[in-house]
């Protein structure tokens, strides 16, 4: 993931290539793409919102007095 990572828009990609996948119209390969771009995105997500809710328990870590 790079600094230039959205998760907004990320999601909204993410959310536009199931609803491609749901209709069940595209060719197998076409499919097997987007879902495999899919899962890199999931992943991008899951590991940014990881990182956001460290940020956050060390903030409050430091609010809270603790190191």
């Known amino acids: 993931m790079n600094k230039e990572f959205n998760f907004e828009e990320s999601l909204k990609e993410l959310e536009k290539n199931v609803e491609l996948l749901e209709k069940g119209d595209l060719p197998l390969d076409e499919a097997i793409k987007l879902f495999e771009k899919g899962i890199t995105i999931s992943k991008d997500c899951s590991k940014y919102l990881e990182e956001a809710k460290q940020k956050i328990s060390n903030l409050t ?6 190191s």
């Open 61 to 66: 870590d430091i609010e809270n007095g603790e």
